[in-house]
């Protein structure tokens, strides 16, 4: 890099910080002072070092970036603007409704793989990439600009945990240490080495950068790769940078200058601006790129009626079954393997396995990371655990990712260790999740074919697994869409119709058989999609019982089964009288909570008959 | 402590792995080699070093103990029935309906502060309580009990960086490096130099023992208090130490031993086992406990109706107001307090309020800490990143803990910074959990009078706050109980119900008004509790409407408002139509959004009219 290049750069760093001014004062908010931190490594990143195309942003074999700090939003509009992926002048619709430039980046930009916004997920994020790029044998590498408020995260060192056992010398975290939070300075200021010494004790190589230093940050970017570790660049910055009479000031965040400010500082900035346009940008290498087309079909399974299968099983059978033929499917677990028996999956296909240890966050988001570079996630732990998730699930919803959670051991039907393992939250927390699917298989044919399903469609999905071995109630051909529910028990002179899933389906069913038995008809319908909820069939159903329904679960009252039914349904008459775990439950065995809880088959047969 | 001392405790140590075998083979589940790894530390914890009133778990001044690596529970129990508090025959009642000695423990228990068993959270609580006794002047301190396996998790990070940011020398972790994970032996096995490396990067003090070697750990323990650091103390043990057949190896993570199995193990502990009747502990100093009692009253507020006042910025007043009254009350904060304005209080009050720094696990697990230790502990963020604290909330609720959380920017009602800064579900998580109070106001006044009912009734409450300025409508003598709704508008010939909280309250109203002159009655009605929700005043409004109800909510459509009263009330024959937030909403104006996703007025006089 010889002198005139540096200058060109400095020059691009200047227009980006010019960029960023404009158009946070053109929308009247933002966060320019975050920006203008950064721009300096934006700009040796974008235009002295990364390998990309930038006519094609989804290039398979583009170097990666995430900005963590999604706050910076404008800063990396600005710089895809000035590779002249689009016209700058649109720029200066950010966080207009008509422009995707939104506040904070999202997918519905073709440069953002992730979007990003809520602070400490990115990490993960490019922890999934650099693993998937290894996978697939490809030399691109992940960028990861984060800010150093959200060091805090303990999402952060999760992710730098894994990144340090796995060695990925292709993964690189920058921080822009620009020593000023939203409300105070953070807890270290300028001292870089606080975050020196914890990345190195988390494993990975370090280099402390002055980060409005091109030369310098260029000449420790060049040694990307070198040896077996990641690498986390710490660079020294000052927030508002280039402005001079903001920079490094307290009071300056998420606030854009006015007219009168944004003027001088632009004034201030522009004599050594420079456009980028004609600026070149190293090429990736040419390398083959991995499949992202899934199978014609799956080979058949091969269960009989009446066998003890935990649904929690049939997902581990699945993960091998549809593996052998959909190469883009990978796994990843929390230590819960042998629980959650993904670790079929692993004995099988141990390369396509992540083993996450215990850190939920940073599993959700390396499978984002895996989703997001074409594969097929499927993480899998308890179902109370991925609770742990949830913002990254939700962040995971506002990238429309392609990922696949599995949660085992829900509800009071584990029994004896307590309420900390039940999942009794999962379906609240996973249906409020834009554009999610929810899965609960009661059998194993059901369960493995919602495992296709979860494979073919493309957005989150969310697969709830039982604890306890339940019989096989289906048949190997029969089909389980999403948006689907099963009519099970259904007669002429029914009462009352019963939806259940999982555990309680079979409490349901046995219920049904003691009912006939008095001469009472009950229809029982297996409920196994949640969302979305197979609305015209259960209202057909209900309509044929004086749309009188019963809703049984193993779940809180709240936002589960009965409140999706009675959310969807109510509407058009009909009555949801749930049944479901009402209060903080006690260890026990199974079929003692189940009872005591009120949503075993007595619980169902008294309830039916209250309603008489 | 001498020689005699040491053996006394040595078998000590042995009958805590005895009961601890003995209790998980009786119950036939449970985690016995994650005991005995313990049963050295424990020992020398619990009958040589820490100072407590046995008799009396609760006291004020006594030594905390909080189990994070929760599993080891029948460890936990052994050693409090050796100090007397209860029969040991007990122990073998383990994980019985009947008996409070649950698979994990629960406050249920007297001598738990908080419940544990979702790894990793423990130390979070410790911090809380260590912080605690410095705001009370006692010199209590708190141990926590980790297992190496946590420390993947990245709220122990959180909460590390917090106690050494606060050099909370009162503060002891230690880890228990067992080596053998759930599935598989860690990341790091036996060395524990990982461990030491990190925690002294997070800017703590740290010591190396052999965790079965009483001498060694007592005299660490007997510096604990030296320098101004808090101190990891790094156990390197062996997960099933003292059953010669089972200790360090893999595939006994959660077994209990057989019958069999059982008898040998105790066999080979039975000759050096020693009750601990008799056995001296330390009595704590008797220092002055602080107040446990709220205020008879509260300063009145003073706002007039028409004012424009955001309910964020009531929140921080009322924290102000009813903290000049209730020295119980502290704050925290995720450095969002100049927007949650809970910086308010920091002002006022800066000894009382925790700045968490961008850490919401950490700041939910202290606030726990603080709430278990008789403060009323309000924590606040934008409500979209308490999603982060899922899990820390679930095992709060499991926890019965006194637990006060405003989320301030919910919904499309923020505007520009886009989705991800948007609380679109959290309604659905904080319903979902065990015991909640979730209240959403839409004036200050409604603000304010629930912050006080936050702060009067024990338990996990949940404040829903809006960024918008909203008019003043209630009058400063207005009552809000907990479980109450207020009908705004209602007249004989209405014809529909109109359920809305916060921004959308306010646009029902506006709906109303234009609705009047086209001759349009409607019921308008806040519902600012929406758990437990106002089931009757609702249903009688609806009653009175046809049983036609429209709920409007600024949150998705699952779980929240509609599907609440949906939820509670099909049952009774009201029919809800839901008007919410039906798809992943964009940057833009509050009020262009609102539009566009159908939850404004004209939205709302549309839905009106569609149903006449």
Redesign the interface.
């Given at each position: 890099m010889n002198d005139i290049d540096i200058e060109s750069l400095k020059g691009i760093a200047n227009q980006l910080r010019i960029h960023s001014i404009a158009a946070t004062t053109a929308?009247?908010?933002?966060h320019p002072t975050s920006c203008c931190s950064a721009a300096d490594v934006v700009t040796a990143l974008f235009f002295g070092h990364m390998r990309y195309d930038a006519k094609n942003p989804h290039y398979h074999n583009n170097d990666r970036f995430v900005l963590s700090k999604?706050h910076a939003a404008p800063l990396l509009y600005a710089a895809w603007a000035e590779t002249g992926l689009f016209p700058a002048e649109d720029l200066l619709k950010l966080?207009?409704?008509g422009s995707?430039l939104?506040?904070?980046p999202?997918p519905?930009l073709p440069f953002v793989d992730v979007?990003?916004?809520?602070?400490?997920q990115g990490l993960s994020v490019g922890v999934g990439m650099a693993l998937c790029a290894r996978l697939d044998n490809l030399d691109y590498r992940t960028y990861v600009l984060m800010g150093d408020?959200?060091c805090?995260?303990?999402?952060?060192?999760?992710a730098a945990?894994l990144a340090g056992?796995h060695q990925l010398n292709n993964l690189i975290a920058i921080v822009d240490v620009n020593r000023l939070?939203?409300?105070?300075p953070?807890?270290f200021g300028h001292d870089v080495g606080?975050y020196r010494?914890?990345f190195?004790?988390?494993g990975w190589r370090t280099e402390d950068v002055d980060g409005h230093d091109l030369e310098e940050i260029l000449e420790v970017l060049a040694a990307v790769g070198l040896g077996s570790k990641p690498l986390a660049i710490l660079a020294k910055t000052l927030k508002g940078a280039g402005i001079s009479f903001i920079q490094d000031k307290e009071g300056w965040h998420g606030k854009p200058l006015s007219k009168e400010e944004a003027a001088r500082a632009i004034a201030e900035l522009q004599p050594t601006a420079k456009s980028a346009a004609g600026h070149p940008i190293p090429a990736p290498a040419q390398l083959a790129a991995p499949t992202h087309e899934g199978p014609a079909s799956y080979p058949p399974t091969s269960y009989k009626t009446g066998d003890l299968v935990a649904t929690r099983e049939a997902y581990g059978n699945a993960l091998v079954r549809i593996g052998e033929v959909d190469p883009r499917v990978v796994a990843l677990?929390g230590?819960?393997?042998?629980?959650t028996f993904s670790?079929k999956f692993y004995k099988k296909f141990p390369s396509r396995f992540t083993?996450g240890?215990?850190?939920?966050?940073?599993i959700v988001g390396m499978a984002t990371g895996f989703g997001a570079r074409g594969k097929v996630p499927f993480a899998s732990t308890f179902s109370?655990?991925f609770?742990?998730a949830?913002?990254q699930i939700?962040?995971a919803?506002?990238s429309?990712a392609n990922l696949k959670l599995a949660g085992s051991h829900v509800g009071v039907s584990i029994?004896?260790?307590?309420?900390?393992?039940m999942g009794?939250?999962d379906l609240?927390?996973m249906?409020?999740?834009?554009?999610s699917v929810v899965l609960y298989p009661s059998d194993a044919v059901c369960a493995e074919k919602l495992v296709e399903q979860m494979a073919i469609h493309k957005g989150i999905c969310f697969l709830r697994t039982s604890r306890p071995k339940t019989p096989v109630i289906y048949n190997n051909d029969e089909a389980f869409p999403i948006g689907g529910a099963k009519v099970l028990r259904q007669s002429a002179d029914d009462k009352v119709t019963v939806v259940g899933a999982g555990a309680t389906l079979f409490e349901a069913l046995k219920a049904a058989d003691a009912l006939k038995q008095e001469g009472i008809g009950i229809t029982v319908i297996d409920a196994y999609c949640v969302?979305p909820l197979a609305k015209d069939a259960i209202k057909a159903a209900a309509q044929k019982t004086n749309n009188l329904v019963i809703t049984v679960e193993d779940h809180?009252?709240?936002?589960?089964l009965?409140?999706?039914i009675?959310?969807e349904?109510?509407?058009?008459?009909?009555?949801?009288?749930?049944l479901a775990v009402f209060?903080?439950p006690?260890?026990?065995?199974p079929e003692?909570?189940l009872a005591?809880y009120g949503i075993d088959a007595h619980a169902i047969a008294a309830k039916v008959k209250s309603l008489l």
């Open positions: 929308a009247g908010s933002g999604g966080r207009q409704l995707d939104e506040g904070h999202t519905r979007a990003t916004g809520s602070l400490g408020g959200e805090a995260e303990g999402s952060v060192w999760e945990n056992i939070g939203q409300s105070q953070t807890a606080v010494k914890r190195e004790a988390f677990d230590d819960t393997k042998n629980s670790e083993e240890f215990i850190a939920e966050q940073n109370c655990f609770s742990r949830s913002d939700r962040v919803g506002i429309r029994g004896e260790d307590g309420p900390s393992q009794l939250e609240s927390i249906r409020a999740i834009a554009g969302k809180y009252p709240e936002g589960g009965g409140d999706a009675a959310g349904l109510s509407a058009d008459g009909v009555r949801v009288h749930k209060e903080l006690h260890s026990g065995k003692e909570l005591k």
